[in-house]
């Protein structure tokens, strides 16, 4: 039984081992990862510097303040993340737009049907959604 469980343990350290060997990091990619990683705590990059390279500045709105105003929402980074994740051609502003169209359209549609201010809320709210 000791014996059966010492082979055990040897195959499994070689195993281990030779998975260790073939998915570590090359130098490519520990050269991006630190790279990301000065990204990531904030440094400056100089203007020379290869990792400026890296981070694509994406505007979501061509006015400034406006543009501002929609970068400190998380709620617009998650719409921008889906959008990029999705591969589509729509923008950030168009979705938002879409949204508050379709929710003033549950509103005059549950007001028309219900003729309380109140409860149009409620198809206002599952149209934007």
Do not use: C
């Not at 990619?29 to 630190?34: N, S």
């Not at 790279?35 to 510097?49: F, H, P």
């Amino acid at each position: 039984m000791f014996l059966m469980g010492l082979i055990f343990l040897l195959i499994l350290g070689l195993i281990f081992g030779v998975v260790l060997l073939v998915i570590r990091p090359t130098a490519t990619e520990r050269t991006i990862a630190g790279r990301v990683a000065k990204l990531q705590v904030g440094q400056n990059a100089e203007l020379d510097d290869p990792t400026a390279e890296i981070v694509k500045h994406v505007r979501l709105s061509q006015i400034p303040w406006l543009d501002a105003l929609l970068r400190r929402w998380s709620l617009v980074r998650r719409i921008q993340l889906m959008i990029a994740q999705a591969e589509s051609s729509w923008s950030v502003s168009g979705v938002l737009a879409g949204s508050v169209a379709l929710a003033a359209a549950g509103y005059a549609i549950g007001y028309y049907e219900l003729s309380s201010a109140a409860l149009a809320l409620l198809p206002a709210a599952v149209f934007a959604a």
